[in-house]
C-alpha cells in the first residue's frame, strides 16, 4: 500500500494531473486508487451543471420543470417512451464545447470521463438495475471516416463506474441516416424512423440502458427505445453527456 502510494505520488509529480477540459492542475490526492490522470477540476464540473437548479426526472434538462410536473415540456414529444434518464448538464456554454470536442477522434479520454460522471449520476438516481448498457450506433461508413464513436468510449466510462455489462452490438443501423444536427424536429424524427435493428443479443425481459452523447429532439432516443421495446425489453434508460434545452 505505501509503495503504490508512492508511486502515485512520484507520477503526480512528474506529470501532474490535470483536468481533461481546461487542462488546469488538479489539486493533490493520495487517492492514487481514482485514476483522477484525466478528472475534470471543480470549476469545469460547476460550469457542467447547476445542483441547485431543478431537473426534469424523466429525461435530466435542467431549469424546464413547471411546479408541480413530472416531466418537462421537452419529455411530452410523442414516442419519448424511456422510463428515465440522466445528462450531465444542459448543451451550453463549457459542456457543449466540451462535448463537440468529445466527438473528434483523439479525444476517447474526455468521453471516457463523461461516462464516469453519468454513471455516478445513474447511481446517485437508483438506477442500478440495468442489466445492458448499449451506446446508440453509428452507421459504418461514419465510423470509418470519423475513426471515432463517443458513445461507445462513454458506456466505458459507465461501466467503469458501475460495473454494468455493455454490448454494442445490439443496436445496428439499417440505413445510412442524414445528420441529426442540420434538420429540424419533424425531420429528425423522420430521418431515423425505422433506421434501428436489434444486432446482437436478447433483450426480451431486460432493463437497457441506451447511451448517446447529446439529446435533443430526442427523435433517436424515442427510435432505440421502441426498437428495444418492441424486441421485448421491461424498460429503457437513457444517459447523455448533455441535453438540448431548445424546444424547436
Given at each position: 500500500?505505501?509503495?503504490?502510494?508512492?508511486?502515485?505520488?512520484?507520477?503526480?509529480?512528474?506529470?501532474?494531473?490535470?483536468?481533461?477540459?481546461?487542462?488546469?492542475?488538479?489539486?493533490?490526492?493520495?487517492?492514487?486508487?481514482?485514476?483522477?490522470?484525466?478528472?475534470?477540476?471543480?470549476?469545469?464540473?460547476?460550469?457542467?451543471?447547476?445542483?441547485?437548479?431543478?431537473?426534469?426526472?424523466?429525461?435530466?434538462?435542467?431549469?424546464?420543470?413547471?411546479?408541480?410536473?413530472?416531466?418537462?415540456?421537452?419529455?411530452?414529444?410523442?414516442?419519448?417512451?424511456?422510463?428515465?434518464?440522466?445528462?450531465?448538464?444542459?448543451?451550453?456554454?463549457?459542456?457543449?464545447?466540451?462535448?463537440?470536442?468529445?466527438?473528434?477522434?483523439?479525444?476517447?479520454?474526455?468521453?471516457?470521463?463523461?461516462?464516469?460522471?453519468?454513471?455516478?449520476?445513474?447511481?446517485?438516481?437508483?438506477?442500478?438495475?440495468?442489466?445492458?448498457?448499449?451506446?446508440?450506433?453509428?452507421?459504418?461508413?461514419?465510423?470509418?471516416?470519423?475513426?471515432?464513436?463517443?458513445?461507445?468510449?462513454?458506456?466505458?466510462?459507465?461501466?467503469?463506474?458501475?460495473?454494468?455489462?455493455?454490448?454494442?452490438?445490439?443496436?445496428?443501423?439499417?440505413?445510412?441516416?442524414?445528420?441529426?444536427?442540420?434538420?429540424?424536429?419533424?425531420?429528425?424524427?423522420?430521418?431515423?424512423?425505422?433506421?434501428?435493428?436489434?444486432?446482437?443479443?436478447?433483450?426480451?425481459?431486460?432493463?437497457?440502458?441506451?447511451?448517446?452523447?447529446?439529446?435533443t429532439s430526442g427523435a433517436t432516443a424515442a427510435q432505440a427505445?421502441?426498437?428495444?421495446?418492441?424486441?421485448?425489453a421491461n424498460r429503457v434508460y437513457m444517459a447523455v453527456a448533455?441535453?438540448?434545452?431548445?424546444?424547436?
Amino acid at each position: 500500500m505505501v509503495r503504490k502510494l508512492l508511486e502515485h505520488r512520484f507520477v503526480s509529480l512528474v506529470f501532474p494531473d490535470r483536468c481533461c477540459s481546461c487542462d488546469r492542475l488538479l489539486p493533490d490526492s493520495d487517492d492514487f486508487r481514482a485514476g483522477r490522470l484525466a478528472d475534470f477540476c471543480q470549476f469545469c464540473l460547476e460550469q457542467f451543471s447547476d445542483p441547485q437548479s431543478p431537473s426534469c426526472p424523466k429525461c435530466g434538462v435542467q431549469g424546464k420543470l413547471e411546479v408541480g410536473a413530472d416531466d418537462c415540456a421537452l419529455c411530452r414529444r410523442p414516442g419519448l417512451c424511456f422510463v428515465r434518464g440522466v445528462a450531465v448538464g444542459n448543451y451550453r456554454g463549457i459542456l457543449k464545447q466540451q462535448v463537440l470536442r468529445m466527438k473528434r477522434e483523439g479525444n476517447e479520454i474526455l468521453a471516457f470521463q463523461f461516462g464516469r460522471l453519468l454513471g455516478e449520476a445513474l447511481l446517485n438516481n437508483n438506477l442500478n438495475d440495468v442489466d445492458t448498457v448499449v451506446p446508440v450506433p453509428t452507421h459504418w461508413w461514419r465510423r470509418f471516416k470519423t475513426g471515432f464513436h463517443a458513445a461507445d468510449i462513454i458506456c466505458d466510462g459507465i461501466r467503469q463506474k458501475t460495473g454494468f455489462k455493455k454490448n454494442n452490438r445490439l443496436l445496428r443501423y439499417t440505413r445510412r441516416t442524414s445528420k441529426q444536427g442540420k434538420l429540424t424536429t419533424a425531420q429528425r424524427f423522420a430521418n431515423v424512423d425505422g433506421a434501428l435493428r436489434i444486432g446482437r443479443g436478447i433483450v426480451k425481459g431486460k432493463t437497457v440502458l441506451v447511451v448517446d452523447d447529446v439529446m435533443t429532439s430526442g427523435a433517436t432516443a424515442a427510435q432505440a427505445t421502441q426498437t428495444l421495446l418492441a424486441a421485448g425489453a421491461n424498460r429503457v434508460y437513457m444517459a447523455v453527456a448533455a441535453r438540448g434545452a431548445g424546444l424547436s
